[in-house]
Every structure is written in structure tokens, then in C-alpha cells.
């Protein structure tokens, strides 16, 4: 069965062609909002009340085609949401406790086992390392820019949208998305250089 089959299913209240959708989507729903977030664990929050929202609202999406753009949309929100919500956090809670209270891990879990000999173990941890040398920079050029800018980065880069549909999401005319995103790649590129 193919994605738009899938969503016309789901907007019947077909709960298994809903799962099927996550299932397409999950991976980049996810990549988009560590990158907006920084946190393995906010990231996971933002999804899960997206996901949620998403079940609920579906019946109302218009057209099919506009699933991405529209899932997007959700999934931004439930960021700005959190990100809105932490920001109200610190500034209420004394920043000592705030900064106790935050274990959260951005490089996920790094293990050595499971190789079969020393040298797979060494290449394994070099990959590894490497990887999250690159997640860091990433993250650090990501960082570099504005809100808005790293927002319609992860748009168009994780979450695959065209101009088009990021400027329904921004409220931008898609021209200055496709500027502002050339701008921003050009920034970033520094950063890989």
C-alpha cells in the first residue's frame, strides 16, 4: 500500500494505516526535533505529543498530499511549545537547581561490546567517535543560527519539505524561505570546512 493510501486510511480512523504512517515518518520526526531541541529526551516528548496531536486532528486534514507539511506543522509546534515552556521554567526556577535537575544525555549510549576481536573493537570505537565528533559540529553549526533559520534547516534537510510547504509553516513567501535557506546552509558550511 502506498503513503497516500495509507493517510486516506488513517483519516477514516484506520488505526494500523496510522501506525504504518508513523513508521514512515518516525525517524525524521525524531532527527527534526533533536536537532531543534538538543535533548534525546525532549525530542522524544515533542514526538510522542505530536503523534498524539496528529491522531487526533487527521480526520480534518483537507489533502492527502499535504500529509508532511501538515505532520511538520504539528511536530514544529510541539517544539516551540516545549521550548516556550522550558524558557518559562528558567526563568522561575533558581538556576543552580535548574542546572542539577539536567542530566540529559545528547550523545545517546556509547558501549564497546558485541565485537568479535580488538581490531573491531578499536575500529568500532573510531567510528563511533567520529560520529559523535560529527553530531557535535553539527549541533554547534546548527546552533550558529537564529531560531527561525535552524528551524527551517531541519525543515527542508530532516524533514524533507520543499520551500513551499516551509513557508506554510513559517508564514514566510516561499522565496525568502529558499533565501533565508541559502543563507543559513551557506553559514553552517563553515563550520564542516
Not at 484506520?14 to 536537532?35: E, G, I, N, T, V
Request: aromatic residues 8%; proline residues 2%; hydrophobic residues 35%.
Amino acid at each position: 500500500m502506498n503513503e497516500l493510501a495509507w493517510i486516506q486510511k488513517a483519516k477514516d480512523g484506520d488505526r494500523k494505516a496510522f501506525c504504518d504512517l508513523y513508521d514512515l515518518y518516525k525517524d525524521r520526526l525524531y532527527r527534526y526535533a533533536f536537532y531543534r531541541l538538543r535533548s534525546e529526551t525532549d525530542a522524544e516528548d515533542a514526538v510522542s505529543e505530536c503523534v498524539l496531536s496528529a491522531w487526533k486532528q487527521i480526520g480534518n486534514l483537507r489533502e492527502p498530499q499535504a500529509f508532511p507539511a501538515w505532520i511538520f506543522r504539528i511536530l514544529a509546534a510541539s517544539c516551540s511549545k516545549l521550548i516556550k515552556t522550558q524558557m518559562d521554567q528558567k526563568n522561575t526556577i533558581p538556576l543552580d537547581e535548574y542546572r542539577n535537575g539536567e542530566s540529559r544525555s545528547t550523545t545517546g549510549n556509547i558501549g564497546a561490546g558485541g565485537y568479535a576481536n580488538e581490531q573491531d573493537n578499536a575500529d568500532g570505537q573510531r567510528d563511533i567517535a567520529a560520529g559523535v565528533e560529527t553530531r557535535l559540529l553539527l549541533q554547534e553549526a546548527l546552533g550558529s543560527l537564529s531560531e527561525e533559520e535552524r528551524n527551517m534547516v531541519l525543515l527542508s534537510v530532516v524533514g524533507g519539505l520543499k520551500s513551499n510547504e516551509i513557508a506554510e509553516i513559517t508564514g514566510l513567501a516561499a522565496g525568502s524561505v529558499r533565501s533565508s535557506l541559502s543563507r543559513s546552509l551557506k553559514k553552517m558550511r563553515g563550520y564542516f570546512e
